[in-house]
């Protein structure tokens, strides 16, 4: 009977989904001689060329594909099979690996997490944060869970569950002269900051620029949403910034917040593999997610103001 080493087909895995080794050991974090060892290795075993070269990528070849298509399902059972090993060895009520942006993961899951603490005490939950395209690659790749990220985000093996609209805002020091419309010309030549190139909010943010004819160098990109604001308030510049991260004390206090016309919105969603095992603890934290569709103040539009 053939043995499968579970390292090195999620290696091969990894390797198609990158399309080269190199991509994949930097996903891996191992060095690419290991990546291309392990395939090896692999293909050895099962007597069997899995991966073969089209152009400048790597793709499977038909033992590659039949391979693959087994792959994710195999992944998926044994996290399942160690999440239930480790419910009945610790008594708790399972392991939720979620992730999701910074800004979400400070504005938003405080709540959400505090709900699923009361209802499962015994839940052990994990938050990894960044952008939509390494939080979707990891719940590819089933080190995560569940995701709450920024559309768009691609997958075939992903269920998407579209949950809340969240507007970008105008923020700028409380002694800023601003018209009464903030427009793309606006901000054209005055000094703003913006999120680091890279994400989903960055490139919604360039791209409404870019609608009105702007071409935007800023005068900082940051990574981090409360590094903006405390720019914007030290009188640096203005900024783009999702609504969320904003709170109504802020706009009463020190700070201007205004929409900007045309208005600008991002469509946050609740994405998870579709072969994922769904136990108690990863059921209730799927729920609680999308109950915030439910929650006026962040309900789709089906349409949005100009």
Not at 71 to 88: E, R
Not at 113 to 120: G, I, P, Q, V
Not at 187 to 205: D, I, K, Q, W, Y
């Amino acid at each position: 009977m053939k043995r499968l080493n579970l390292d090195y087909l999620e290696s091969f895995a990894v390797v198609i989904d990158s399309g080269s080794f190199s991509a994949a050991a930097e996903r891996l974090q191992l060095t690419q001689p290991a990546v291309s060892l392990q395939v090896r290795q692999l293909e050895k075993s099962l007597n069997a060329t899995l991966i073969e070269r089209v152009g400048r990528r790597a793709r499977p070849t038909a033992a590659g594909a039949a391979l693959l298509s087994h792959a994710h399902q195999i992944n998926a059972a044994v996290s399942s099979a160690v999440d239930a090993v480790a419910q009945q060895t610790t008594g708790t009520a399972g392991r939720v690996r979620l992730g999701t942006g910074a800004t979400a993961c400070i504005f938003l899951l405080p709540p959400i997490l505090k709900e699923l603490r009361t209802a499962l005490p015994s839940l052990e939950i994990t938050v990894t944060t960044g952008n939509t395209a390494e939080i979707a690659r990891a719940v590819e790749d089933n080190t995560i869970d569940v995701a709450l990220v920024t559309l768009p985000v691609s997958g075939r093996s992903f269920e998407i569950t579209p949950i809340m609209d969240d507007e970008f805002v105008l923020i700028a020091p409380r002694d800023m002269k601003l018209p009464a419309r903030i427009t793309p010309q606006v901000l054209a030549s005055g000094p703003v900051l913006l999120f680091e190139p890279g994400g989903n909010t960055r490139r919604t943010a360039d791209e409404w620029l870019a609608r009105g004819g702007v071409s935007l160098k800023p005068l900082m990109s940051l990574g981090s949403v409360e590094a903006i604001k405390e720019m914007v308030r030290a009188g640096l510049g203005c900024a783009i910034l999702p609504r969320m991260a904003v709170p109504a004390r802020a706009e009463q206090h020190d700070l201007i917040v205004r929409s900007l016309s045309p208005k600008l919105y991002r469509r946050l969603a609740v994405v998870i593999r579709r072969d994922k095992r769904l136990d108690r603890g990863l059921r209730q934290t799927l729920s609680a997610l999308k109950a915030l569709s439910d929650r006026k103040s962040t309900r789709l539009n089906s349409s949005h103001d100009s």
